[in-house]
């Protein structure tokens, strides 16, 4: 099994101009560019915002026990189903957790989680 890792990084609005203005000055010479995804947060407590432990419980065990829904997730972690869901929301909407819903009699959403590991880089 390949290892996908996600990275995550704390940057300011001048790096990440910065790093931009870098890729867009490439292109327009027409110099390859090199992949890069990851997730950028401006601090380190905006970063703890979003990677609380309860949402860290939540992406381990959406990655061990593959629940098909949140609903068996919540039963899974024991938490209430509304607090869950808002972890998942915002976890997905952080780009930390995939969303797929699917249809089969009733509609249900599948939180996914495709890495292996979380890299936190952090400029000193």
Known sequence: MKVRNIKLAIKSDEDIFNEVKDVVGKIERGKKV???????????????????????????????????????????????IKNTFNDVQFLAE??????????????????LVNYDKIMLEIPV
């Not at 950028?40 to 629940?67: G, N, Q, Y």
């Not at 952080?94 to 939180?111: M, N, Q, S, V």
């Open 94 to 111: 952080a780009g930390l957790l995939e969303l797929k819903k699917t249809k089969d009699g009733r509609e249900k959403t599948t939180p």
């Open 34 to 80: 090199k992949k890069h995804e990851g997730i950028s947060f401006d601090s380190i407590d905006a970063m703890r915002k979003v990677l609380t432990e309860e949402r860290l419980k939540v992406l381990r065990t959406v990655k061990k026990e593959h629940p098909e829904s949140v609903y068996e997730l919540a039963k899974k972690l024991k938490r209430d």
